[in-house]
Protein backbone atom coordinates (compact mmCIF):
# COMPACT_ATOMS: atom_id res chain seq x y z
CA UNK A 1 0.00 0.00 0.00
CA UNK A 2 1.50 3.69 -0.57
CA UNK A 3 1.80 6.40 1.68
CA UNK A 4 1.86 9.71 0.83
CA UNK A 5 3.80 12.80 2.33
CA UNK A 6 3.30 16.40 1.32
CA UNK A 7 5.75 19.25 1.45
CA UNK A 8 7.21 22.58 -0.11
CA UNK A 9 4.06 24.69 1.08
CA UNK A 10 4.16 28.14 2.27
CA UNK A 11 3.56 31.92 1.54
CA UNK A 12 4.32 33.69 -1.04
CA UNK A 13 3.25 37.08 -2.80
CA UNK A 14 0.87 37.15 -5.85
CA UNK A 15 2.43 36.59 -8.79
CA UNK A 16 4.80 34.23 -7.43
CA UNK A 17 5.73 30.25 -7.48
CA UNK A 18 5.63 27.03 -5.11
CA UNK A 19 6.68 23.43 -5.96
CA UNK A 20 4.66 21.29 -4.36
CA UNK A 21 6.15 16.99 -4.27
CA UNK A 22 4.28 14.39 -2.77
CA UNK A 23 6.85 11.46 -1.68
CA UNK A 24 5.45 8.12 -2.15
CA UNK A 25 6.26 5.15 -0.38
CA UNK A 26 5.77 1.72 -1.48
CA UNK A 27 7.04 0.20 -4.88
CA UNK A 28 3.71 0.30 -6.32
CA UNK A 29 3.24 4.04 -6.89
CA UNK A 30 3.79 3.64 -10.55
CA UNK A 31 0.88 1.89 -10.59
CA UNK A 32 -1.09 4.70 -9.13
CA UNK A 33 -3.07 7.85 -10.75
CA UNK A 34 -2.05 10.84 -9.20
CA UNK A 35 -4.28 14.09 -8.21
CA UNK A 36 -3.67 17.31 -6.44
CA UNK A 37 -6.56 18.97 -4.53
CA UNK A 38 -7.59 21.69 -2.56
CA UNK A 39 -9.78 22.33 0.31
CA UNK A 40 -10.32 26.24 1.79
CA UNK A 41 -12.06 25.61 5.78
CA UNK A 42 -15.63 25.32 5.33
CA UNK A 43 -15.53 24.43 1.57
CA UNK A 44 -15.72 21.04 -0.64
CA UNK A 45 -12.10 19.43 -1.34
CA UNK A 46 -11.76 20.99 -4.94
CA UNK A 47 -9.91 19.18 -7.88
CA UNK A 48 -6.80 20.79 -9.00
CA UNK A 49 -4.76 18.28 -11.25
CA UNK A 50 -4.39 14.79 -12.35
CA UNK A 51 -1.82 12.60 -14.15
CA UNK A 52 -2.46 9.11 -14.94
CA UNK A 53 -0.02 6.32 -13.72
CA UNK A 54 2.48 6.49 -17.29
CA UNK A 55 2.57 10.61 -17.19
CA UNK A 56 1.54 10.87 -20.40
CA UNK A 57 -2.28 11.67 -19.37
CA UNK A 58 -2.79 15.32 -17.61
CA UNK A 59 -5.64 16.91 -16.50
CA UNK A 60 -6.48 20.44 -14.57
CA UNK A 61 -9.28 22.88 -13.56
CA UNK A 62 -9.96 25.41 -15.73
CA UNK A 63 -8.81 27.39 -12.59
CA UNK A 64 -5.46 26.37 -12.82
CA UNK A 65 -5.13 25.55 -16.24
CA UNK A 66 -1.90 27.02 -18.01
CA UNK A 67 -0.49 28.40 -14.41
CA UNK A 68 0.05 24.81 -12.47
CA UNK A 69 2.01 21.96 -14.23
CA UNK A 70 1.63 18.48 -12.88
CA UNK A 71 4.29 15.75 -13.19
CA UNK A 72 5.70 12.52 -11.32
CA UNK A 73 8.58 10.64 -11.24
CA UNK A 74 8.17 6.59 -10.81
CA UNK A 75 11.62 5.84 -10.54
CA UNK A 76 11.75 8.49 -7.67
CA UNK A 77 8.31 7.95 -6.35
CA UNK A 78 7.56 11.34 -6.46
CA UNK A 79 4.47 13.51 -7.90
CA UNK A 80 4.80 17.45 -8.50
CA UNK A 81 2.47 20.33 -8.63
CA UNK A 82 4.46 23.20 -10.15
CA UNK A 83 2.30 26.59 -9.42
CA UNK A 84 3.23 29.79 -11.09
CA UNK A 85 1.13 33.19 -11.27
CA UNK A 86 0.00 32.31 -7.77
CA UNK A 87 -3.20 34.44 -6.89
CA UNK A 88 -4.61 35.42 -3.46
CA UNK A 89 -7.84 32.48 -4.87
CA UNK A 90 -5.27 29.26 -4.44
CA UNK A 91 -4.78 29.45 -1.02
CA UNK A 92 -5.93 26.66 0.33
CA UNK A 93 -4.44 23.31 1.97
CA UNK A 94 -3.39 21.27 -1.19
CA UNK A 95 -3.41 17.47 -0.47
CA UNK A 96 -2.15 14.65 -2.99
CA UNK A 97 -3.97 11.45 -3.44
CA UNK A 98 -3.17 7.64 -5.65
CA UNK A 99 -5.61 5.96 -7.01
CA UNK A 100 -5.00 2.08 -8.42
CA UNK A 101 -5.51 2.49 -12.36
CA UNK A 102 -3.25 2.75 -15.21
CA UNK A 103 -4.98 4.63 -18.14
CA UNK A 104 -6.41 7.15 -16.92
CA UNK A 105 -6.51 9.57 -13.85
CA UNK A 106 -10.22 10.71 -11.72
CA UNK A 107 -11.04 14.02 -11.44
CA UNK A 108 -13.77 13.32 -8.48
CA UNK A 109 -12.08 13.27 -4.82
CA UNK A 110 -13.89 10.22 -3.88
CA UNK A 111 -12.58 8.27 -6.69
CA UNK A 112 -9.43 8.42 -4.47
CA UNK A 113 -8.38 5.77 -1.93
CA UNK A 114 -5.35 6.89 -0.14
CA UNK A 115 -4.71 10.91 0.72
CA UNK A 116 -1.71 12.72 2.08
CA UNK A 117 -1.62 14.79 5.06
CA UNK A 118 -1.79 18.07 3.18
CA UNK A 119 0.55 21.31 2.94
CA UNK A 120 -0.31 24.64 3.40
CA UNK A 121 -0.48 27.06 0.65
CA UNK A 122 -0.70 30.72 1.54
CA UNK A 123 -0.70 33.86 -1.20
CA UNK A 124 -0.64 37.10 -0.13
CA UNK A 125 -1.83 39.94 -2.03
Known amino acids: QVQLVESGGGLVQAGGSLRLSCAASGRTFRSYAMGWFRQVSGKEREFVAAINSSGGRVYYSDSVKGRFTISRDNGQSMGYLQMNSLKPEDTAVYYC??????????????????WGQGTQVTVSS
Open 97 to 114: AVHPTLYTAPVEAEEYDL
